[in-house]
């Protein structure tokens, strides 16, 4: 062969390696104004790759299925992906599953997502030929039609198995992190009218859990969904119940603000059985208390971050717990430990640096961990620590009157306790309320951690009784030392631009309890039952003390809602006929148990 010939061949092979322009009939014509193409060839396969950039002032409308139309009609050996990137009010359509032949790699950064439930029944899906390997959707809000989601929740029989388990036979990585869902204001909802939709939480929770198609995600390794303020414990739960990872590696819960591990992780094997790296960093976790019911072969360990947590106490136990994990290593660090004085067993067991042998080794690191509280042990690290830094240390002769006045308070107390056996409660209601007096036992410890005593769920039509007698009277104090509530009213406290869902659910979430106003024009209410049914969610299904029903009328049983039935016949109520109603009701507000049935 010619030198000549020679050049000619390899210039032709770098032709073919490098990117060159894209033919029309690729993808919809109207695209062009928002996307570039580019083709990919070398010697073993063809891709093209659409890189489109929208705002809110382009005038093209983008809707992915279109796409189908043009990947399914190319004859050649192609593959495609897909990446869009919104500014400003840039927006899409895209419905799941998203199946669009020969498209490998979908990207959605920054846009605002159309009709993403829209095919949750269309049966068409079945039939067409699924080839995405990769999902990505980053800093994307999901708008959502309450009509739509209400009609699949409504339905969940019908929901098809693609929608639920799209594209399980091709993914290998998805990624969604700060997707947040927001719905489109629908006129005909706000009204409050009993024609509208109306949804039994509890009994949409039994629907889910029974809908059982398997989801079987042959090939997916890696799965994130992180920096979720929307992403509840319990979906973890439902994912668990009805899918199969047997090659997931990646797992990411990251920043999702959650307060616990979900049943699922906590037994993470059942479900994914090759899990490598579990990512629950940054979350607002108190507790790790992992299960191991395998016998599992030796390997790597299973990494469990549960580092920037809220993590305040360890003990011996836990340490001795997690060592006896077999293939697995809790990273707890950067957690607010706290050293104080009753820690110390914990904390002289860790500075034992001879204790830390054997499958008890990896946990070494915790003696290099640094303490949160006290004051006098902050920053420090704990195999550092001396008694005077944990506040141990007491001179004898305090410690001498410490017992005394401690033996004459628990004399007094039990003098007391018999004295009112009889009418305990009653008293420490009027001490309460007269004098601002809580007995120890009686003080709810979780009340700092909630921007609200109390969400008033009530009826419109009963407004002026809400505002003119309970919240002139709970918003003043009553008694010296006490403190006024601070209720939450939906006409007074509910943030513009949110949804009205949402408003009740951050309200009730941001709530230590939720009062409910009962009367005949409640009943008729569709807002006013759906915040009784978070309410009563909160209560029954996370298992909170959190639910205060208020009879401000008598409402005849026929015409209540069977879960309203159930809840009267569960939970204690206060009657605002009792002579003692403002006061019983201030006194459940700051106790751990409500006030007795009257």
């Known amino acids: 062969m010619k030198w000549s010939q020679l050049f000619k061949a390899k210039l032709a092979v770098f032709i073919a390696l490098c990117t060159v322009s894209s033919s029309h009939r690729t993808y919809p014509p109207s695209w062009i104004e928002v996307c570039k193409v580019t083709r990919t060839v ?214 999702n603000n959650w307060k616990e591990i979900s049943e699922t992780l906590l037994d993470w094997r059942l479900t994914f059985p090759q899990l490598k790296y579990l990512d629950l960093s940054y979350n607002k976790i108190t507790d790790v208390p992992m299960k191991n019911r395998f016998d599992v072969e030796p390997g790597e360990d299973t990494i469990i971050d549960v580092t920037h947590n809220n993590i305040t106490v360890l003990t011996v136990k836990d340490l001795v717990d997690w060592s006896m994990l077999e293939r697995m290593f809790i990273d707890i660090r950067n957690n607010p430990l706290d050293c104080d004085c009753l820690k110390q067993e914990f904390i002289y067991q860790v500075q034992d640096e001879d204790w830390f042998v054997g499958d008890l080794f990896k946990y070494k690191y915790i003696r290099n961990m640094t303490c949160a509280t006290p004051l006098s042990a902050r920053g420090k690290m704990l195999h550092y620590l001396t008694k005077e830094d944990m506040g141990c240390a007491i001179p004898p002769a305090d410690l001498t009157v410490a017992l005394v006045i401690l033996a004459i308070v628990a004399f007094s107390v039990v003098v007391i306790i018999i004295l009112i056996a009889r009418y305990r409660k009653e008293i420490k209601i009027i001490i309460y309320t007269r004098f601002g007096v809580l007995f120890p036992w009686d003080v709810d410890d979780k009340k700092e951690s909630k921007r609200y005593d109390a969400f008033v769920s009530y009826s419109t039509a009963d407004e002026d009784w809400v505002y003119d007698v309970l919240q002139n009277t709970l918003e003043q104090p009553k008694a010296k030392g006490t403190k006024p509530f601070e209720l939450c009213l939906h006409q007074r406290d509910f943030l513009g631009g949110k949804t009205i869902l949402d408003n009740i659910i951050d309200s009730i979430e941001n709530s230590r309890h939720s009062i409910v106003i009962l009367s005949n024009n409640f009943i008729q209410s569709i807002w006013g039952m759906e915040e009784f049914k978070q309410a009563y969610y909160q209560s029954i299904v996370k298992k909170h003390r959190h639910l205060i029903i208020v009879k401000y009328q008598e409402v005849p049983e026929s015409k209540m809602d069977p879960i309203l039935k159930r809840c009267l016949k569960t939970f204690t109520y206060l009657d605002v006929k009792d002579n003692m109603f403002m006061d019983r009701l201030r006194f459940s507000l700051v106790v751990k148990n409500q006030a007795n049935k009257k």
């Open 42 to 255: 070398d010697r073993e396969s063809k891709h093209i790759e659409l890189n489109c950039s929208l705002s809110g002032n382009d005038q093209v409308t983008i809707v992915l299925k279109h796409l189908n139309d043009y990947t399914s009609n190319l004859t050649e050996d192609i593959s495609y992906s897909a990446n869009f990137h919104c500014t400003g009010a840039g927006n899409l359509s895209m419905s799941l599953p998203m199946k669009i032949e020969k498209l490998v790699k979908l990207k959605i950064e920054g846009c605002s997502v159309r009709d993403y439930f829209n095919d949750w029944n269309n049966a068409e899906m079945d039939n067409r030929t699924d080839s995405l390997e990769s999902l990505t959707i980053i800093n994307s809000d999901i708008v959502i039609d309450p009509i739509v989601l209400f009609s699949s929740l409504n339905n969940v029989q019908n929901i098809t198995k693609e929608f639920t388990c799209g594209h399980d036979a091709t993914i290998k990585k998805i990624t969604r992190r700060n997707m947040t869902m927001s719905f489109i204001i629908r006129k005909e909802l706000l009204t409050e009218t009993t024609s509208g939709p109306q949804m039994d939480q509890v009994q949409l929770i039994n629907d889910v859990l029974d809908y059982k198609p398997i989801c079987r995600y042959l090939h997916l390794e890696e799965l994130e969904d992180s920096h979720a303020n929307t992403m509840v414990v319990y979906h973890v739960r439902v994912v668990g119940q009805n899918s199969k990872f047997p090659v997931l590696k990646y797992l990411n819960y990251s920043h």
